[in-house]
């Protein structure tokens, strides 16, 4: 699946997508902390069809998912 990376996520991992195989949320956010240097230490949120989840999901592997950093204001 292709994974949408935003702001300094995207910097670090010098791409603003990536592709990743995973079943589920959870896998794939060990994907991506694995690849990404230094995601695993930041905060960050996983949106899959531009809702952000914060349990673990099933991924088809068609959805559309997302990495988005820490937003500031309200």
């Known amino acids: 699946m ?3 990376l935003f702001g300094m996520i995207a ?3 010098g791409a603003e997508a990536l592709e990743c195989s995973a079943p589920d949320s959870a ?3 060990n994907v991506l902390e694995e690849r990404i240097d230094g995601l ?3 905060s960050y949120a996983i949106a899959i069809d ?3 989840v914060h349990d673990n ?3 088809a592997g068609n959805e559309e998912v997302a990495v988005l950093p820490p937003f500031a204001g309200g």
């Open 2 to 4: 292709k994974v949408l």
């Open 11 to 13: 910097e670090k991992a």
């Open 27 to 29: 896998t794939l956010k």
């Open 40 to 42: 695993s230490a930041m």
């Open 50 to 52: 531009r809702v952000i």
């Open 57 to 59: 999901r099933e991924l």
